[in-house]
């Protein structure tokens, strides 16, 4: 696999990442510790050199990533993220400084390594001046122990100041073809000051892999089951742009997963993609969407598609909405 460069920064890492997440939080149960870590391996001998978790997506996420790339650490990239109350991400925003440190020790013993490449805010804390988060990481990078600052779901306001006290590596939000928000503000920003971006949920959270319909039942815990969009009615709606993609897939002998991500490569050559899965074959078919090459007139067509099909329901609750964008 080829790779990238995040905005400006230098830091380089494989065109396509590995969004761990979905290993143990978020969507249903938590897959066996063991598996996960061998589907880690399997990823980073398939090229993916870039791996993102979390506080609060519990400790056994951070725990898995850390034991996985213990006989290649100093061959990947491991971001990791701060911001939320005790690492609850339904306890509301922290992002003192001293919980930011706090933070950092925990996850440096969680992921058995003495530096996190990329560290970012998880969400804007609004009762944190940003200069004093931005300030707090820039002094664990002259300590060592962090090696890059990163933002998630911030706000261009937000984005501005805190690289002016501390230059912002990467912005990580949602992008794909079914939210294409950040293409507003976000993307030109991030050009304007050379920060990477990075798109958690490529895939539409699945439903751009065209394996999901409107008679899909998720398991009692899948968040998924509290977002609009994903409510039967309009998954329903929302199967026409899957329809529509999986035509232009079908002609470029893709799969409906290769395409959307393909199409987010293609967009700017400092946007890295980070799918998550745990199955195998999905992994595979993931990281081949590197290797599509979408033409203009295939850009067009898919431009032409998403200009005509609107998507139905809010990507968040209100209350999560709230929280991106600050």
Not at 111 to 126: A, C, E, S
Not at 293 to 299: F, K, R, V
Request: charged content about 25%.
């Amino acid at each position: 696999m080829q790779t990238r460069k995040l905005g400006q920064s230098g830091l380089e890492v494989s065109n396509i990442g590995f969004g761990c997440m979905g290993l143990s939080f978020g969507y249903g149960p938590a897959q066996a510790k063991q598996d996960a870590i061998a589907l880690i391996r399997k990823a980073f001998e398939s090229g993916v050199t870039f791996f993102d978790t979390a506080e609060a997506y519990g400790a056994l996420n951070e725990e898995i990533v850390g034991e996985a790339v213990v006989p290649f650490r100093d061959r990947v990239v491991i971001a990791t993220k701060f911001g939320f109350k005790d690492g609850n991400s339904t306890a509301g925003m922290d992002s003192q400084p001293e919980r930011i440190r706090f933070v950092a020790e925990q996850s440096l013993k969680r992921l058995k390594t003495d530096r996190i490449d990329l560290f970012y805010q998880h969400r804007v804390d609004p009762n944190v001046p940003m200069e004093d988060v931005a300030g707090a990481v820039k002094e664990l990078i002259h300590e060592g122990k962090i090696r890059y600052f990163g933002l998630s779901e911030a706000g261009v306001s937000s984005i501005r100041r805190a690289h002016a006290v501390q230059p912002v590596a990467a912005l990580q939000s949602e992008y794909s073809m079914w939210w294409r928000d950040p293409e507003k503000e976000i993307l030109p920003t991030c050009e304007e000051l050379g920060i990477g971006f990075v798109p958690f949920s490529p895939l539409g959270k699945g439903f751009l892999t065209g394996k999901i319909d409107d008679k899909t039942e998720f398991a009692k815990d899948d968040f998924r089951n509290i977002v609009p969009r994903f409510a039967a009615k309009a998954r329903k709606v929302n199967q026409a742009l899957v329809d529509e993609i999986g035509r232009i897939a079908a002609d470029k002998h893709a799969t409906l997963a290769q395409i959307a991500l393909a199409w987010l490569l293609a967009q700017k050559p400092w946007i890295v993609p980070i799918p998550g899965t745990t199955k195998p074959h999905r992994l595979e078919e993931n990281i081949g969407g590197a290797a599509v090459e979408l033409s203009e007139a295939d850009l067009a067509r898919i431009a032409e598609a998403l200009a005509r099909i609107p998507v139905a329901g809010e990507r968040y609750p209100a209350a999560l909405a709230a929280r991106a964008g600050r």
